[in-house]
């Protein structure tokens, strides 16, 4: 009998099911609105994302897009406990399908990104995490996907161009309304430009995991702070 061994993946889980994705979607959408409003000098993404550009006037947001990444960690805003309420939820959903539900979360920075037609995010890592995630709160048919690149890349592709090569070179996800991304924020990955009239609204979160390995004293009872943690 042959077996396909799928050998050091690194997981991506999607999930499209979530209870009140809908509502949740909606709520966050005219939030991030009202951010992009309260935050004139908001960071830009799009060819302004790499070099950190801030925005100068409501043209430079029209013309390159929006992330509330430099102005407010949404992590800490009691007005998005909703939203961050149902990111942790999804990350402990994540820890289950990877067989690591025992270890416990903290939530490090959250953040709002809105695309006009032709914004995009180019390659990027998220440093300092353990995992990250996307929440589509707007995203019409067909835009431009969120695509990964395999970390491997660099030292097959020297001996296995894509003629020859059963390694996929790249992964994409379509976005649409209500979709979490859960991925390892190691993996290198950007977005396509979004080709739409209307805005593409996204929650961006990382989260580290917490853990410490139980010493001799620990397993002998006596006194001592667990380490797990979790956090909203």
Not at 34 to 52: K, R, T
Not at 83 to 111: E, H, I, P, T
Not at 183 to 204: A, G, W
């Given at each position: ?84 309420q149902a990111a942790m939820a999804v ?142």
């Amino acid at each position: 009998m042959s077996e396909v061994i799928p050998m050091f993946s690194h997981p991506v889980v999607t999930i499209d099911d979530y209870p009140d994705s809908e509502a949740i979607a909606d709520r966050f959408f005219e939030k991030s609105l009202a951010l992009m409003e309260e935050y004139p000098d908001a960071g830009l993404i799009s060819s302004a994302w790499h070099s950190g550009q801030r925005a100068r006037s409501r043209e430079d947001i029209e013309k390159h897009g929006f992330t509330s990444f430099y102005n407010v960690n949404l992590g800490k805003r009691e007005d998005f406990h909703f939203m961050n309420q149902a990111a942790m939820a999804v990350f402990a959903q994540y820890l289950r399908v990877v067989g690591k539900s025992n270890l416990g979360m903290r939530l490090d920075n959250a953040w709002a990104s809105v695309y006009g037609k032709g914004h995009f995010v180019p390659e990027h890592t998220h440093p300092l995490s353990h995992l990250s995630m996307a929440f589509y709160a707007a995203a019409t048919e067909g835009t431009g996907r969120i695509v990964f690149e395999n970390p491997s890349r660099g030292h097959f592709q020297h001996f296995y161009p894509p003629e020859i090569s059963w390694m996929h070179y790249r992964y994409s996800i379509q976005p649409k309304k209500g979709l979490f991304v859960v991925f390892p924020s190691y993996l290198v990955h950007h977005t396509e430009p979004h080709e739409s009239d209307e805005y593409r609204v996204i929650y961006s979160a990382n989260v580290q995991l917490q853990y410490r390995k139980p010493t001799d004293s620990d397993r002998e009872g006596e006194s001592t702070q667990s380490g797990i943690y979790q956090q909203v």
